[in-house]
């Protein structure tokens, strides 16, 4: 079974930056597309940003310009850059990877935005 594991969350300042990391336990590269989701508080899981397998980045309009994704291979960990952080920004963060058309979820890391 494959197994995802987010790290990095914590209390940050507005305007500050964090690095979210989800560690997997299978290759990167076997996964169609990995991507962070987000629930902010009283609402739904939201997409925040992907990559495809062929390196295609999508983001949603609120973090565009601000945040990253990237992968790394050889420690099959994806990442989520974080800058310029608003309050807004406050959620739970899930790590997301699809394979062979099924989505594998990890549990989630708290990230507080806050002064």
């Known amino acids: 079974q494959v197994q995802l594991v987010e790290s990095g969350g914590g209390l940050v300042q507005p305007g500050g930056s964090l690095r979210l990391s989800c560690a997997t336990s299978a290759s990167i590269s076997s996964f169609d597309v990995i991507g962070w989701y987000r629930q902010r508080p009283g609402s739904q899981r939201d997409f925040v940003a992907t990559?495809?397998?062929?390196?295609?980045?999508f983001y949603v309009d609120t973090v565009k310009g601000r945040f990253n994704i990237s992968r790394d291979f050889a420690k099959n960990t994806m990442y989520l850059q974080m800058n310029r952080l608003k309050l807004e920004d406050t959620a739970v963060y899930y790590c997301?990877?699809?394979?062979?058309?099924?989505?594998?979820w990890g549990d989630g890391t708290l990230v507080t935005v806050s002064s």
């Open positions: 997301n990877a699809i394979d062979y058309g099924i989505d594998y």
């Open positions: 990559i495809t397998n062929g390196g295609t980045t």
